[in-house]
């Protein structure tokens, strides 16, 4: 199964030790402009909610795609055992064991392993 590392965000973690840098000094500080104690420690929420929805998103993703391999496997394996049971039943060089992708024998190609060329055996001379 893949190992799913959760994302993080280094602005949302400077953004928070700020924060707390800012409440020590004053909870209430505010320094104009709309830069207020209170309205930081919202945008940093926004922010830490949205990135919690991410992971547990990606979290579930992943969850699902692994679900899927195995699906994929447990095909895979049935595919193998409906092409043995056709070949079973019905023989390698059966149109059966074609119709459901087999090769029959007698349409088998052999390959030839390449031979050397005498030149090449006997060192070019």
Partial sequence: ???????????????????????SQDPVMDLGNGLGVQA???????????????????????????KLVEMERELSDLNDRYMKATAAKYGTSSMEYMAIGGVRKKDRRRRSS????????????
């Fill in 1 to 23: 199964m893949l190992n799913y590392v959760r994302r993080k965000s280094t602005p949302l973690d400077v953004a928070k030790t700020r924060w707390q840098g800012l409440v």
């Fill in 40 to 66: 930081y420690e919202g945008s940093i929420t926004v922010v830490d909610t949205q990135l919690l929805k991410v992971n547990n998103l990606a979290a579930e993703i992943q969850t699902e795609r692994a």
């Fill in 114 to 125: 390449q031979s050397t060329s005498p030149d090449v055996m006997s060192g070019g001379q």
